[in-house]
């Protein structure tokens, strides 16, 4: 049997497998496009957090103000709409006879009401609403005919999951007619 021969020159390793410099390069590549993956899913995560804590309070704002718009644009008339307790209190007649306040609570708490014929009933409309931020602000009525513009505003907040606090503005305006002869 023949033997094989080495032919004793040497070997070129050269042209197979990743020298050192290629492989730290490597690294750090991999190492960019995973910090910046994890940025935007971390980005993509707190949004989606910050998206489930809002939600309820614009639903829950969204349902104040569409009440509140309806029952003014009910009202007698612009003349009768009065602010009895300042600026957070909104009192009017609605065009069945029914007397109906709307205010932030005893105290200023941290929700709004709306009560009815002064019954001392007071019926929640919203919760999470920040304290002393519910503002009517009424425009003169000077004239029988003369409609008003009623805006109303407050502020809601949640905490997210980390802690922080949102804040949120809710504004909106109503005309109110005037049916009074």
């Given amino acids: ?33 995973a910090g910046v993956g994890t940025v935007s899913i ?11 804590a809002i939600e309820p309070l614009a639903g829950s704002a969204r349902v104040v103000l569409e009440r509140l718009r309806k029952e003014l644009r009910n009202a007698e008339s612009c003349t009768g709409i009065s602010q009895p307790g300042g600026n957070g209190t909104l009192q009017f007649t609605n065009d069945q006879g029914r007397v109906i306040l709307v205010n932030q609570g005893v105290a200023a708490t941290n ?4 009560t009815f014929n002064g019954d001392g009933v007071e019926w929640l409309l919203a919760s999470n609403v920040e304290a002393n931020s519910v503002q009517f ?4 009525c000077t004239g029988v005919l003369t409609p008003g513009l009623v ?4 502020t809601m907040t949640a905490t997210t999951t ?20």
Avoid at 1 to 16: D, E, Q
């Fill in 111 to 114: 929700a709004i009401y709306m």
């Fill in 1 to 33: 049997m023949g033997r094989l021969r080495h032919s004793g020159g040497v070997k070129n390793y050269g042209s197979s497998g990743f020298s050192l410099i290629e492989m730290v390069i490597t690294l750090i590549i991999i190492s960019i496009v």
């Fill in 137 to 140: 602000q009424v425009s003169p």
């Fill in 42 to 52: 971390s980005n993509s995560f707190n949004a989606y957090l910050t998206a489930r």
């Fill in 151 to 154: 805006t109303i505003a407050f």
């Fill in 162 to 181: 980390d802690g922080s606090v949102l804040r949120l503005p809710f504004r909106t305006a109503v005309y109110v007619r005037s049916t009074s002869p």
